[in-house]
């Protein structure tokens, strides 16, 4: 989004609450319910989103006064972080405010570990505009490899990086990966892997340029950033290929990637990537590549009740490969990580993942 | 080190045990013992290391014998990934083992989560060895940028990467900056600073360019790849100044860089810089810097304890500048963030970096 069209929405929200002023109204505040009642998941697109579900805040309430006058000032920062052309943290945001406001600011709202901030996701949702439109920078995670050429314009001057040429490391995916930025790349595929010791392996056997794909690692749980980037790879239609463990923490960041999270629902489309199959590893796996059997973990509470909660969501029971798996956990009371693949060989893992594409051996 | 050495290391560690077996002797392991108590601060170079006490592991002996073995069995697989040319981590080699030994290998040893896993110290304290020289892989963070050119040959390729050239991301620093890669820097002296979203405040304003410096942050505490960069770019003789929350999780990631930790102790010079200086942010900035006073926020528990015992450490406590600022925190009861500087003006961190290390106002 233009730093213009951010500026014209804050300026919007501003003028609606001057008007109701002017009109001797107290100022209110429409947005999404962003609540669980409301969350829906989208057959349509294959996401969970927000429903229609309003409320309105209203600055004449002892309830409500605080946070509203809190969600202004936040608006009214921004816009001057815009204005500025500088970008900020959300730590940094709170600095600011508490400069201007003094002591009345709730400082765990505003804390960078924080996956979620309520005032910031008021303004989001209701002027449908992302955070890192309003130049907040989020918690950069995630590494690329491969064939893809960025032109990055940052700090008046710009980059080009190539994804071929970036050694051992690899290009750190931004916080911001829409403004001011831009990619292309000739990868026929895109292969997502949860764990960057994994990653660190394949760009080390050059994955990437035997198979003409990116590799990309999310460093476990996707940052903003790595979705964003995985949707407009999907956008251009590269295949989303997701390799992760098959437990508790493996299939939630695949259903992130995928669907959203319940958390995260008002992020809506944006984020999600309906189009990514689960490639691995899987309790399927264990029968198909004997080696596995004595390689295979206990579960732990953790995995048992996640396995649970999954066979209860609509989207995900749908799919009989799902369930089959997940039951195995639950009835076996094993599970099984990414890093098994490396027991007998460390090379194997290359050959897993050519033979699960090729073949088509994917859960949805 | 060469993986010619790295054999030799362990393969003497072999061969000692094979003749003790000839001569009819139980084989035994000679490390440092790893203890507070056989810890010590050396004067002479200004860090923390292991003492001189020795400790004798048996493998005759009820209640070392499967350590003893596992130990012999990790030097017997990092022996085979450095013949193989590979890397991997230490979650690999847990099932590298698991395969060959079954299910008598303790998972937890292995988890990439732990800071420290006793086997592979066993090895690096008893051969001299650092894990990198085994092949293996640590958890790797930290980003550069600034005047600094690294040619990386990895996977069998060479690469040369421009740190002025990569944009909002900066280079990743790797797991290893030993082995098969290089660097040159024209830069006058390295910043770290400890959060990530400072960092990219600052690259955003070319800090790096306008000074002539590298920007290092190791996003919160150091990973050994980053402390590794440091203890290297010190002994290029460039002041490493660094920049931190004046909080217990500042500190303390300060003084890891700075000596070592306690329980990081074992790895001695090699990991640590005593030529390194903080800068701040400090108590004694608030008096100077007169916004800061509405900006510092309440010390927590932590910090309080914290303070008390890095009073107490007579490396720390030699230093009255430390013993001042300690003694605030712990008597005002409150502490201050680097991204306190920010309240007024985000502008305002790079001169605050430039005054004070021009005035030279730091903290030993």
């Known amino acids: ?15 609606k609450m001057v008007k109701e002023i002017e009109k001797e109204e107290g100022p209110t505040f429409e947005t999404t319910l962003r ?3 409301n969350t829906i998941y989208d057959e349509g697109v294959g996401c969970l989103r927000m429903g229609d579900k309003k409320e309105l805040r209203k600055f004449l309430s ?28 959300i730590r940094s945001l709170f600095y600011q405010l508490k400069f201007s406001l003094g002591e009345d600011i709730d400082e765990d709202m505003f804390s960078e570990q924080q ?40 700090g008046g001057e710009e980059s080009t990086i190539d994804g071929t040429a970036m050694g051992r490391s690899g290009w750190g995916i931004p916080s911001d990966v829409d403004n001011d930025i831009d990619f292309k790349t000739t990868a026929k595929y895109v292969l997502v892997c949860e764990k960057d010791a994994m990653w660190q392996r394949l760009n080390e056997d050059k994955f990437w340029k035997k198979e003409n794909c990116l590799l990309i690692t999310p460093k476990g749980q ?70 596995l059997q004595k390689l295979t ?3 732990k509470d953790v995995d048992l009740k996640r396995a649970e909660e999954m066979l209860g969501y609509p989207w995900i029971n749908r799919h009989k490969e799902w369930v089959r798996n997940l039951k195995l956990v639950a009835s076996t009371k094993k599970k099984i990580e990414q890093d098994a693949l490396q027991g007998e060989r460390l ?16 859960l949805p």
């Open 1 to 15: 989004m233009s730093d213009k069209t951010a500026i014209e929405k804050l300026e919007g929200l501003g003028k």
């Open 35 to 37: 609540t669980k009642s």
């Open 62 to 89: 002892v309830a409500q006064a605080r946070t509203f006058m809190q969600t202004v000032a936040v608006a009214a920062k921004t816009k001057k972080f815009i204005k500025e052309d500088l970008h900020a943290s």
């Open 115 to 154: 996956e979620s901030n309520a005032l910031i996701e008021d303004l989001e949702v209701a002027l449908g505009i992302k955070r890192e439109d309003l130049h907040l920078t989020t918690e950069r995670k995630g590494v690329v490899a491969g064939p893809i050429i960025i032109k990055d314009k940052f």
């Open 222 to 291: 996707s940052s903003r950033g790595t979705r964003r980037l995985l949707r407009k790879l999907a956008d251009k239609k590269l295949p989303i290929y997701c390799f992760m463990d098959c437990d508790a923490w493996g299939w939630y960041i695949y259903w992130t990637i995928k669907t959203g999270s319940m958390n995260l629902a008002y992020l809506g489309m944006d984020f999600a990537v309906p189009e990514a199959k689960f490639i691995g590893v899987t309790m399927d796996d264990i029968e198909e590549f004997k080696f």
């Open 297 to 299: 973990i206990r579960a």
């Open 347 to 362: 090379t194997f893992v290359g050959e897993y993942i050519k033979q699960k594409i090729e073949g088509k051996e994917w």
